[in-house]
C-alpha cells in the first residue's frame, strides 16, 4: 500500500491550533495566520514566523487555563472539619479524611462502610483517589497531575517529541 502525502496539523497553544495556509503570493504576505477564534491575524512570509506570531497571540489574547492539579483540586473541595480530618461531599457520596501519621490518610465512603485502599502521601493524592472512586477525575488527569507535582519521574527514553 502507498503512503498518503498529507500536510501535518499546526501545533496546538493554550488549546488552541492555527491554521497557516499559502495564499500563493511570493513575498512577504506567502502566508495567511487565523486563529480559530479571532479570525484572521496577518500573513508572513515564512510558516515559522507565523507560528511564533500566532504563539505570542495565544499568550497574551487566549491565556492557557488551569493545570492538572488545580483542575482536581477544584473537582475534589476538601473542607477540614477539625485538626488532621477533612470531608468532602461529590453527589450522594460523602468522603471522610483522617491523618493516620506524617505523610499518611486514610479515605473512608461515608454510609457504605467502605474505605478507599491507595498510596496517600499528600492531600493532593487522596484529592485523586477520591476523584477516581467518584468518577470526576479520569486515569489521564490523574496521570498529568501526578507528573506536574513530581511524583512521577519520566525517562528521556520515554518522551516522543510532537512535533
Request: proline content about 6%.
Amino acid at each position: 500500500m502507498g503512503r498518503r502525502e498529507g500536510k501535518a496539523l499546526e501545533p496546538m497553544v493554550n488549546g488552541l491550533r492555527p491554521t497557516i495556509t499559502e495564499t500563493g503570493d511570493a513575498g512577504r504576505d506567502r502566508f495567511a495566520l487565523t486563529c480559530p477564534v479571532c479570525g484572521e491575524l496577518g500573513q508572513h512570509a515564512f510558516v515559522l514566523l507565523a507560528r511564533r506570531a500566532f504563539e505570542e497571540h495565544a499568550d497574551e489574547n487566549h491565556p492557557a487555563g488551569p493545570g492538572p492539579l488545580e483542575q482536581i483540586r477544584t473537582l475534589v473541595d476538601l473542607a477540614e472539619s477539625a485538626p488532621g480530618r477533612w470531608e468532602c461531599t461529590l453527589g450522594p457520596v460523602t468522603y471522610r479524611v483522617r491523618e493516620r501519621g506524617a505523610g499518611r490518610f486514610e479515605v473512608e465512603v461515608v454510609g457504605r462502610r467502605g474505605v478507599i485502599e491507595a498510596r496517600m502521601s499528600t492531600l493532593d493524592d487522596v484529592r485523586i483517589a477520591i476523584g477516581g472512586h467518584a468518577g470526576v477525575v479520569g486515569r489521564a488527569l490523574a496521570t498529568a497531575a501526578a507528573i506536574e507535582s513530581g511524583r512521577v519521574s519520566i525517562s528521556p527514553d520515554n518522551i516522543v517529541s510532537l512535533e
